[in-house]
């Protein structure tokens, strides 16, 4: 295996993060290097953002900006339209260079790197079996599932997401016993129980996305950030190298989380997917992927929304990765819209932040569509981000 850059630390529990106090949070987000191992993602020659015409987010309720960084703890927001940039604002003595963590924003990276592994033909279908990559699943309740239904999040394997829980499978994952020559996610992961058949329901598991990162690794022979780095960080001309935080042990990086980047490059990603997923003038993913990526695959229960290839979709189109504690990149092909938010949100998710997140791409989109809006003209409603 190709690695890039390497970085280690004494060994921390990268769940530890889910339990961080206000002030770790706000200190350890812009510095997760010095938590936890990392591989770093090498830049190239910067894509460049031109300034565009500003943009003032549209409140309904009247609120400012400031005031909404303030209270939600916001470290950066950028807005790009037609590549241009209309927004830029940082909180919490952040800058231009600070790599802030992304948590489950990862997850729409890692399923990227699928689309590229598939045009360059190190996977071969996402019909095939997780086992045909990862054999070590093939005992358990992996055995019958897809690259498909990882993608999906609808393996019907059990499994606890709750944040708050220090017992639940997202705050155990990395907390099992170590088999040489198998990472330790994988041994947590393969004796997991089924609950539903594949593809039948969907349930969030970040532990899956992880399981599809190491799938990607043994597929294309290459470390998640050096394959990052080669297909998109350097030929689309990100501006700073980015890090991915890996097991200190077995080297493997969490395709479920561990992404740092600087507010810019997060918005430059964005962009490479509104100009078609084409880095250095050659398409870097497989024909079609991105539509396919971005459309609704899993009913997750709530009208006008679904789930894609780890990118949650709306049904106007636009899509977006959503990671804890407030992080966010939002993409609204049809307004030619990129939308970047990093954050350290008391909480990892719960409906008041939700809602007022929500809020606030309603007021990018609001703005975007009536740069001069009428006196007492109200936006129109949009479904909560979740």
């Given at each position: ?103 489950s924003v990862a997850k729409s ?200 290839y780890q990118w949650w979709t ?73």
């Amino acid at each position: 295996m190709l690695l890039a850059g390497c970085a280690t630390v004494p060994h921390a529990r990268r769940t530890d993060v889910l339990f961080w106090n206000q002030p770790q949070r706000e200190a350890n987000f812009r510095a997760m290097q010095a938590q936890y191992a990392s591989n770093s993602v090498r830049h190239g020659t910067a894509h460049p953002l031109p300034a565009g015409v500003p943009l003032t987010p549209a409140f309904d309720d009247g609120t400012t900006l400031d005031a909404y960084m303030a209270e939600h703890h916001v470290a950066g927001v950028m807005v790009l339209q037609d590549g241009k940039v209309r927004l830029e604002r940082y909180g919490l003595g952040a800058d231009p260079n600070t790599r802030w963590t992304s948590f489950s924003v990862a997850k729409s990276f890692t399923s990227t790197l699928v689309g590229a592994a598939l045009r360059d033909g190190a996977i071969h279908s996402l019909d095939d079996k997780v086992t045909r990559y990862i054999p070590e699943l093939g005992a358990g309740a992996y055995r019958d599932v897809t690259v498909r239904q990882l993608l999906t999040m609808t393996s019907g394997v059990r499994w606890n997401e709750d944040y708050a829980d220090p017992r639940s499978d997202v705050a155990q994952m990395y907390e099992g016993h170590r088999i040489a020559g198998q990472p330790l996610l994988v041994t947590y992961m393969a004796p997991l129980p089924r609950e539903y058949a594949p593809g039948a329901t969907w349930v969030y598991k970040t532990g899956e996305t992880d399981l599809i990162g190491i799938l990607v690794t043994r597929a294309t022979g290459k470390s998640l950030a050096a394959y990052l780095s080669e297909k998109i960080w350097r030929p689309y001309g990100m501006a700073n190298d980015a890090l991915w935080l890996k097991d200190d042990v077995d080297g493997t990086e969490a395709g479920g989380s561990g992404v740092s980047a600087t507010l810019g490059d997060y918005a430059r990603l964005g962009q490479f997917l509104l100009d078609g997923g084409v880095a250095a003038g050659h398409a870097v993913l497989a024909e079609g992927w991105l539509a396919d990526a971005t459309k609704k695959h899993a009913d997750i229960g709530v009208p006008g929304r679904g789930y894609g290839y780890q990118w949650w979709t709306w049904d106007n189109g636009a899509f977006a990765g959503i990671g804890i504690f407030g992080q966010l990149l939002y993409v609204d092909p049809a307004r030619r819209l990129v939308i970047v938010q990093l954050a350290a949100w008391p909480v990892a998710t719960d409906d008041a932040q939700a809602k007022a997140r929500a809020a606030f791409v309603q007021a990018i989109t609001t703005a975007a569509d009536h740069p001069h809006p009428p006196v007492g003209a109200r936006p129109r409603a949009m479904r909560p981000l979740q």
